[in-house]
C-alpha cells in the first residue's frame, strides 16, 4: 500500500494482490481495518488517532502524524490536539497531533471494502 497528499487529504491506494488479500479477511471491525494497514503505520509517520484526543464527534477511523515528544511539568493537559505517551512524578509527556485524517464514510461501510472495489480510500483531512 501506499500513500500520498492529495490537496488536504490522505489518498491510499493498494495494488491488485493487496486487494485480493483484503478480499480474503473474514470481518471488517476496527481490529481488521488496523490490520489491513498495519504495513503502513508501521513503517511511516502515520499512526492510529483516537478521535477523543482531537476532540472530534465521530468514531470514524482517523490516521495522523504526531508531533515530537513535550514535557509538561505538571501543567493540566490541552484537552484536544495532544496524545499522552507516558509520565512520571514530576508530570507527563506529550505529543502534538499535527495533522489527521478521517474516514467520514465509516458509518455506511469499512474503507477496506472501498480498497477492494476501487483500490484505493480517501481519508478527509480533519485540519
Not at 2 to 30: F, H, S, Y
Not at 56 to 64: I, K, N, V
Not at 86 to 109: F, N, V
Request: proline fraction near 6%; include cysteine.
Amino acid at each position: 500500500m501506499t500513500r500520498e497528499r492529495v490537496g488536504t487529504n490522505l489518498v491510499i491506494t493498494c495494488t491488485p494482490e493487496e486487494q485480493a488479500a483484503l478480499k480474503e479477511l473474514p470481518d471488517r471491525t476496527m481490529a481488521a481495518e488496523s490490520d489491513a494497514l498495519e504495513w503502513l503505520t508501521s513503517n511511516s509517520e502515520l499512526q492510529w488517532i483516537n478521535p477523543c484526543d482531537t476532540g472530534d464527534l465521530t468514531d470514524a477511523p482517523m490516521l495522523g502524524v504526531l508531533g515530537l515528544e513535550c514535557y509538561k511539568d505538571n501543567l493540566p493537559p490541552e484537552r484536544f490536539g495532544e496524545v499522552e505517551v507516558g509520565h512520571d512524578k514530576g508530570g507527563t509527556y506529550y505529543q502534538p497531533i499535527l495533522e489527521r485524517w478521517a474516514y467520514m464514510s465509516y458509518c455506511l461501510h469499512s474503507f477496506i471494502d472501498e480498497l477492494i472495489e476501487k483500490g484505493q480510500v480517501t481519508f478527509v483531512s480533519r485540519a
